[in-house]
Structure formats: structure tokens, C-alpha cells
């Protein structure tokens, strides 16, 4: 059973354009935090979100805990924004366990 | 600087062979995550360990062992290795309140 899952499986933005990705949860859970990946390349953290909103200069992460649920909206896309995004949540003893992630192109 | 350094970068075996992946961190994080990363599954925790000595299974653990000699090092074991173990592999360190840092990732063919 996939544990976090997330939509758009992908996704084409125009340069300027602003996203919105999602991350549900089947199983509770209390910390919840976001990914970036080029393709091939390392995971590197975008932004750690247990609740409420976080901002990191055009990212924007919410959590909702009770509704199991978790977004990311990038604003003014560009093209440097194009990889994957993948949503982690955090279960007991600290296990981080990922989603498939949302593939983002951003086209000039 | 925080830094999590995996070797090989880039490894070939051939199939029933033994495989040692390392990953070293140098961040004095209690945790550290193996994953293999395959397209159409993502990103799945092999096994994980919260310090030297311990060692928890994660979701697709079967094939592999593990061993979290010190605080630093966390190898990967393929004692018999097979095509179907044939992919990407990170290893990662946590402080377990959101700073996790990620290797470069080792791809492993098994032939």
C-alpha cells in the first residue's frame, strides 16, 4: 500500500506561472516534509512542515494533520524549478517514508 | 558542512555476487536511511538505523542486510545479488526534526 500519496503525477507550467501539489497520507501522521530532485540526481530538502504554513522564499508548504493531508505551492515558477517533488511523512522511531512524487517542467 | 558521502558511485555485479554499498555522514546525526529509488515506485526505505548498533527494517528490506558500524557509517549488504536489485540507491542522515541530508546515490546494475 502506498502510504503517501501525491498529485499531478506530473505537470507542465509556463514560465511565471504558479502550481499547487498535493500529498495525502493513508496513515496518521505528525511531521511532514518536502523534497526537490533533479533527475538522477540527490534529494535536498525544501521545507520541513509538521503543521500550519511554512514559507521558503517561492515555496509555500501547508499541513492539515487531522485531514491527512499536506501542499506545496510554487509561485512565479521557473524554469531552474523543473524536477520532481516529493512528499515524506515521518512515522514512529523516526521512519521517513516517501511518495512517488510530482514530476514539474516549466517551459520558457 | 552538512555532507553524506556514498561509495561506489557506480557499481556492476554480476547475479548470485556480494555487494557492500557505504555511506559515511559527517552531520553527528543519530539517523540514517537506506532507499532504493526505481521508476514507477519512487523512493523505498530498504532499512534505517538511529545510531551504531541499531538497526530497523524498512519496507522492502528482503535481500538486503544492514550494519550501523559507528555513528558515521551505515553499509548496505547484497550477499547474493540478483537482477532484480538492479537500481538506484541513496542513503540519507536525519537529526530527526527535518535537517536530512541525502548522498549522491550509488547506481548498482546486477548482470
Known amino acids: 500500500e502506498q502510504q503517501v500519496q501525491q498529485s499531478p503525477a506530473s505537470l507542465v507550467l509556463q514560465e511565471a506561472e504558479n502550481a499547487e501539489l498535493q500529498c495525502s497520507f493513508s496513515?496518521?501522521?505528525?511531521?511532514v516534509q518536502w523534497f526537490y530532485q533533479r533527475p538522477g540526481g540527490r534529494l535536498v530538502s525544501l521545507l520541513y512542515?509538521?503543521?500550519g504554513t511554512k514559507q521558503s522564499g517561492r515555496l509555500t508548504s501547508t499541513t492539515v494533520i487531522k485531514e491527512r493531508r499536506s501542499s506545496l505551492h510554487i509561485s512565479s515558477s521557473q524554469i531552474t524549478d523543473s524536477g520532481t517533488y516529493l512528499c515524506?511523512?515521518?512515522?514512529?522511531?523516526?521512519?521517513?517514508?516517501f511518495g512517488i512524487g510530482t514530476r514539474v517542467l516549466v517551459r520558457p | 558542512e552538512a555532507a553524506v558521502t556514498q561509495s561506489p558511485r557506480n557499481k556492476v555485479t554480476v547475479t548470485g555476487g556480494n555487494v557492500t554499498l557505504s555511506c559515511r555522514q559527517t552531520?553527528?546525526?543519530?539517523?540514517m536511511y537506506w532507499y532504493r529509488q526505481d521508476t514507477g515506485h519512487g523512493l523505498r526505505l530498504i532499512h534505517y538505523?538511529?545510531?551504531?548498533?541499531?538497526?530497523q527494517i524498512g519496507d522492502v528490506p528482503d535481500g538486503y542486510k544492514a550494519t550501523r558500524t559507528t555513528q558515521e557509517d551505515f553499509f548496505l549488504l547484497l550477499e547474493l545479488a540478483s537482477p532484480s536489485q538492479t537500481s538506484l540507491y541513496f542513503c540519507?542522515?536525519?537529526?530527526?526534526?527535518?535537517?536530512?541530508?541525502f548522498g549522491k546515490g550509488t547506481r548498482l546494475t546486477v548482470v
Open positions: 515524506a511523512k515521518y512515522s514512529a522511531g523516526n521512519k521517513l517514508t
Open positions: 552531520n553527528s546525526h543519530n539517523y
Open positions: 496513515i496518521f501522521t505528525n511531521q
Open positions: 538505523s538511529y545510531g551504531a548498533g541499531n538497526l
Open positions: 512542515n509538521p503543521s
Open positions: 540519507a542522515s536525519s537529526d530527526g526534526q527535518g535537517k536530512v541530508f
